[in-house]
């Protein structure tokens, strides 16, 4: 069976410090991987997908940049991270289109 | 552009009553539409999806959802809820392409 496992779970980080958080995915080739950010009270935000290695889209002009250097791996990074950066990560993927996503348990990142 | 509506920030029902959560979607060709539940730190959860065919779709612990393609909406229902129903409910949906737009969410409190 598929799996999603993400981390670390819980994280905080200093203003300025680097991120990188990880996202990988068993049981499954070819994935849609997905990072969302969802801020305290509100929605879900996409902010990258990728549909194959090294193909990545933005969907948000921001301080983090994702990658993917393998099939089943998705990386959401920073330089320097900001306030406004703290949030629950979420990262998610799908076998193709309209098929729904299966999500990860969230990173909580808080920025200080 | 690709929109989901959920009119309810915050509803809350007593423990055995019924339930109606609203999600309307902006309009287009036949939508993939989703529901997901999110319990405080966790990820999202699918409860149910519609693609095609019979419009009342059977989901997970008890829901379903109706699709009406005259009303833009996919409504999410519940008979009787339980006070482990309580938690955060998104709608989404998904035209075909990689992408999931999802609803602000509807925070659902259990009253005993």
């Known amino acids: 069976s598929q799996t999603i496992h993400q981390w670390p779970a819980t994280l905080v980080q200093p203003v300025g410090s680097p991120l990188s958080l990880e996202c990988t995915v068993e049981?499954?080739?070819?994935?849609?991987l997905y990072w969302y950010r969802q801020a305290a009270g509100r929605g879900l935000q996409l902010l990258f997908y990728?549909?194959?290695?090294?193909?990545i889209s933005s969907e948000v002009p921001q301080n983090l940049s994702a990658s993917r250097p393998q099939d089943r791996q998705f990386i959401l990074s920073s330089k320097k991270l900001l306030l406004s950066d703290s949030g629950f990560y979420l990262c998610?993927?799908?076998?193709?289109?309209?098929?729904?996503?299966?999500f990860g348990s969230g990173t909580r990142l808080t920025v200080v | 552009a690709q929109s989901v509506t959920q009119p309810d920030i915050h509803i809350t029902v007593s423990e055995g009553a019924s339930l109606e959560l609203r999600c309307n979607y902006s309009?287009?060709?036949?939508?993939?539409l989703f529901w997901y539940v999110q319990s405080p730190g966790q990820g999202l959860q699918l409860l149910l999806k519609?693609?095609?065919?019979?419009?009342l779709v059977q989901g997970i612990k008890g829901f379903e959802a109706e699709f009406k393609r005259s009303q833009s909406s996919f409504n999410l229902r519940k008979p009787s809820v339980h006070w482990s129903d309580a938690a955060e409910y998104f709608c989404?949906?998904?035209?075909?392409?990689?992408?999931?737009?999802f609803g602000t969410g509807t925070r659902l409190t259990i009253i005993p």
């Open positions: 998610a993927w799908t076998p193709g289109q309209g098929l729904g996503y299966t």
């Open positions: 049981g499954t080739s070819n994935p849609n």
């Open positions: 990728s549909v194959g290695i090294g193909q």
């Open positions: 309009y287009g060709a036949t939508p993939y």
């Open positions: 519609y693609f095609s065919g019979d419009t």
């Open positions: 989404a949906e998904n035209f075909g392409n990689e992408k999931l737009t």
